[in-house]
């Protein structure tokens, strides 16, 4: 990532960020943060300053109140690591048409999602758990975002807060931080404040996203596990695991629900059979 790509995450995470008492970064106010003048950030985010200490890095990274995976995001792009992007990355179709066919094996609901938590594929058990129609499915599409899969947990149209009940409100935080997880180094593209922007306009994600950078020692896990009463199927239990797949159009995430008891897994194996590929 060149100085001012990283100039540019930077001042993206000042203005998309809070302080511990909920108030929006400033420069000024961050700045005395992280010990510099406000004249010394304001470089940093032009990408006019081409020195920065490993010690300015660490309080900006407490600033802002980074993950653990967040951080080291953020550390390999101030080295130049990081990758500037400015769309969407694209998945080689040879390696797409490979990953659906891997999908379509499974006996479990599993889907795929790029950096930005859009959605690239699903296989047809976890339309038919999630009880996805297909005019929500073009709804989804039709959005600013996309089929992002923050939109179809927030928005209150896809109805997964009425298909998830009680379990809704961690199903939605995990989601919260799988996306803190896998954006960082995308977060000052133009296709992400895109995104953003939109999601945004859900109350629920807005007040989320910014309840998540005022929490002390957030975790931050690649798996979850769910239970809840499925208004068709009754009481259900998974675990969702998330697989890194590196790809040269950029990372691609699977996430696969595993059965957590007996009475799920029969279910999975009925969808399976119901809902070939």
């Not at 953020?74 to 998945?91: D, H, I, Q, W």
């Amino acid at each position: 990532m060149e100085r001012q790509d990283f100039g540019s995450l930077l001042k993206c995470l000042r203005e998309n960020g809070r302080d511990r008492q909920g108030k929006r970064w400033t420069r000024e106010t961050l700045s005395r943060e992280v010990h510099l003048s406000p004249d010394q950030l304001g470089r940093l985010e032009r990408g006019d300053r081409k020195y920065l200490d490993a010690q300015t890095l660490k309080l900006l990274a407490k600033s802002f109140n980074l993950t653990g995976s967040e951080k080291k995001a953020f550390y390999g792009a101030a080295s130049g690591l990081g990758v500037n992007r400015t769309g969407k990355p694209e998945l080689a179709l040879s390696r797409l048409d490979m990953l659906l066919a891997d999908m379509s094996a499974f006996r479990t609901p599993t889907y795929l999602i790029d950096c930005y938590a859009d959605i690239i594929a699903v296989n047809t058990i976890q339309l038919a758990f999630f009880q996805v129609k297909p005019e929500l499915k073009d709804r989804a599409r039709r959005k600013t975002a996309g089929f992002n899969l923050l939109y179809l947990i927030y928005a209150p149209e896809m109805g997964f807060k009425d298909l998830l009940g009680s379990a809704w409100n961690e199903v939605a935080w995990m989601g919260i931080m799988l996306l803190r997880r896998i954006s960082l180094p995308y977060r000052q593209t133009a296709y992400f404040k895109h995104i953003f922007c939109d999601l945004c306009n859900e109350s629920s994600f807005d007040i989320d996203w910014y309840t998540s950078h005022r929490l002390e020692n957030l975790q931050d896990m690649t798996y979850q596990q769910v239970s809840f009463k499925h208004p068709l199927h009754g009481p259900v239990a998974y675990i969702s695991t998330e697989t890194l797949i590196g790809t040269e159009g950029g990372n691609i995430y699977m996430i696969n629900y595993h059965p957590a008891d007996g009475k799920t897994a029969s279910l999975f194996e009925k969808l399976s059979a119901e809902n070939p590929r």
